[in-house]
């Protein structure tokens, strides 16, 4: 560990609980979601177990990007973070919340010539060839722009005037994605509702992706509070505004009480893509099911598909239940970008860090 990345964790770890607790929330999505990232969205759960065979008990952080649909080193994150480091960014910067501010963060990181490489013409390359049915020669080397970021792109930056700026047929999890951090940062407003909704719209009107949303945010705002929360009871607290998400909870216990192994909830059950509301079921499903934040991560990773967006909200739930301490230190060191991310989170919620 480099002595910065040392000074650092040192520092954090003499801030009150509640200050550590944000800091280990966004810590522990960025390095869980950087963990997953080399098996994010392999779909074919029988590839997968041929991938992890010689480290099925240690799946993280593989040694070579398997994903079907774009290629990172080892340690990179995928989007889902990059989406929420936008948020941290804005955090780090800011005392008081601004949609506009937030908005002109999340346009810059992702505009043409960004400093993390994201192509939209590459991106457009390989869906027209695939939509096309034609050959494409492996998949995509670098970075995959989300659609939902695409989508943000063409309302807020190209002006064209609708709002919310998020799709109404994006169903994925990017806009809490890009929440948490402000969960973290604004938990204490009594807005902190409305502050929520508007943000996940900038990435998803999709009903069911806002409610989900709205709910996981809440849910790591009472983890921060109290890491003892029990997060399936929310089901009670949740049913008259978001009967919905009240009902999708209820599916979990429903697992839960058969004693169902995660791998195969995830595939028969909740579902493996990145959608709503199986994203969010499987997510807790892992933490509830986990004595760890390893253990919970692992099994997620291990039923495939759109692991990183499962592993995101456990890193999350799992920061905020097991803290800093809880968050493996060699995972911390494999993740490319953890030395930035506890900068901003430290700048964010717990003073500067030079």
Avoid at 47 to 53: D, E, P
Avoid at 118 to 138: E, F, L, P
Avoid at 221 to 241: A, G
Avoid at 251 to 270: C, L, P, R, T, W
Wanted: net charge neutral; with cysteine; charged share 25%.
């Amino acid at each position: 560990m480099s002595q910065t990345m040392r000074g650092l964790m040192d520092s954090a770890k003499k801030l009150d609980s509640v200050a550590q607790r944000k800091i280990s929330v966004v810590l522990g999505a960025a390095v869980a979601d950087a963990a997953a990232r080399p098996l994010h969205w392999v779909y074919d759960n029988a590839k997968l177990q041929s991938y992890i065979a010689n480290v099925k008990e240690t799946p993280e952080f593989l040694y070579e990007s398997k994903s079907p649909f774009y290629s990172l080193p080892t340690g990179e994150n995928s989007c889902y973070w990059d989406i929420a480091e936008a948020s941290l960014k804005f955090a780090a910067e800011n005392t008081t919340y601004s949609h506009k501010g937030l908005c002109d963060i999340l346009a810059r990181d992702f505009s043409p010539g960004n400093e993390k490489g994201y192509d939209m013409d590459a991106r457009q390359v390989y869906m027209t060839k695939r939509s096309m049915g034609q050959k494409i020669d492996g998949p995509l080397d670098g970075k995959w722009f989300q659609g939902a970021v695409i989508e943000f792109l063409n309302n807020y930056k190209e002006g064209n005037g609708r709002v919310p700026f998020g799709g109404p047929k994006i169903k994925e999890t990017d806009g809490f994605c890009l929440n948490l951090p402000l969960v973290c940062k604004f938990a204490d407003e009594k807005n902190m509702d409305k502050i929520s909704n508007e943000v996940i719209q900038t990435l998803s009107s999709y009903p069911t992706s806002v409610s989900h949303g709205m709910v996981a945010s809440e849910i790591i705002r009472k983890l921060i509070q109290d890491p003892t929360y029990n997060i399936l009871s929310i089901k009670d607290e949740i049913k008259s505004k978001y009967p919905d998400v009240s009902k999708s909870i209820a599916g979990i216990e429903n697992v839960v009480s058969e004693k169902m192994d995660h791998v195969k909830a995830v595939i028969y059950v909740f579902g493996s893509p990145c959608y709503n509301p199986g994203s969010f079921q499987g997510a807790i499903h892992a933490v509830v099911t986990s004595n760890s934040y390893e253990e919970a991560v692992r099994k997620t990773i291990r039923a495939g598909g759109c692991n990183c967006s499962r592993s995101f909200f456990i890193g999350a739930m799992c920061g905020a239940k097991f803290g800093l301490e809880g968050i493996p230190m060699d995972w911390i060191e494999k993740t490319i970008h953890a030395e930035s991310v506890l900068k901003l989170a430290m700048k964010a919620y717990g003073g500067n860090a030079d």
